[in-house]
Nanobody
Framework: VQLQASGGGLAQAGESLTLSCRAR????????MAWYRQVSGKQRELVAD???????KYADSVQGRFTMSRDNAKNMAFLQMNSLKPEDTAVYYC??????????????????WGKGTLVTVSS
């Protein structure tokens, strides 16, 4: 399974960007999706996550500004980022936990990461 993230780019403070993530491959159930971000030299941090049932949680730093949503039919997740701040500048990664089958054709839970998309917010 591959995760393809897109939508990053350059924005000015106060502007908006929307990130998209599509999961492709043999997925029986896409149970959990999340967005993380990482600044060079710092640990990757959870920005938002969403269960298959649509329950979302957000980091305190983005609460009220970012909205995560999913399109389960298309195995996609989105991150609507409003009122962007320079401190939101980071590489954003899509993460997913899904049910599939392994090489022995046995059900197994897997985790996948996208390659990341850079978001740069100027002041």
């Amino acid at each position: 399974v591959q995760l393809q993230a897109s939508g990053g780019g350059l924005a000015q403070a106060g502007e908006s960007l929307t990130l998209s993530c599509r999961a492709r491959g043999r997925i029986l159930s896409l149970n959990y999706m999340a967005w993380y971000r990482q600044v060079s030299g710092k640990q990757r941090e959870l920005v938002a996550d969403c269960t298959i049932g649509g329950v979302t949680k957000y980091a305190d730093s983005v609460q009220g500004r970012f909205t995560m949503s999913r399109d389960n039919a298309k195995n996609m997740a989105f991150l609507q980022m409003n009122s962007l701040k320079p401190e939101d500048t980071a590489v954003y990664y899509c993460n997913a936990e899904y049910l599939s089958t392994n090489t022995d054709d046995v059900y197994e839970d897997f985790t996948a990461w996208g390659k990341g998309t850079l978001v740069t917010v100027s002041s």
